[in-house]
């Protein structure tokens, strides 16, 4: 089974910037979009932005767009997230995830497949 495992979470002060990175052990995720998503304490899990195979096209929440940045490479299996000016308000868990589509069209946030990995802690005072 498809197990990511992510890092790079740490504890920032508002204005920060921190890279995560996620690996896909197991199965290969194959020609499909990857996501990051995340969970807020007392909130459920939310997609947060998506990366279509191939082109690499992305899409964010406008929570984090312009702030946050996406990419992926495949040859490594690897998929990261770049973020910047960060607020307090982005605190969560970040999970990485294969979502069972080419592109990032409509609800992609609803054809994750595997199992959730077990994240990683970004912390952002103010």
């Known amino acids: 089974q498809m197990q990511p495992v992510e890092s790079g979470g740490a504890s920032v002060q508002s204005g920060g910037s921190l890279r995560l990175s996620c690996t896909f052990s197991?199965?290969?995720?194959?020609?499909?979009?990857r996501a990051w998503f995340r969970q807020a304490p007392g909130n459920g899990r939310e997609g947060i932005s998506c990366?279509?195979?191939?082109?690499?096209?992305?899409t964010y929440q406008d929570s984090v767009k312009g702030r946050f940045t996406i990419s992926r490479d495949d040859a490594k299996n690897m998929v990261y997230l770049e973020m910047n000016s960060l607020k307090p308000e982005d605190t969560a868990i970040y999970y990485c995830?294969?979502?069972?589509?080419?592109?990032?069209?409509?609800?992609?946030?609803?054809?994750?497949?595997?199992?959730w990995g077990p994240g990683t802690q970004v912390t952002v005072s103010s």
């Open positions: 995830a294969v979502i069972t589509r080419i592109d990032c069209s409509g609800s992609w946030w609803d054809h994750r497949v595997g199992a």
């Open positions: 990366i279509s195979f191939s082109v690499g096209k992305t």
């Open positions: 197991g199965v290969n995720g194959g020609d499909f979009a």
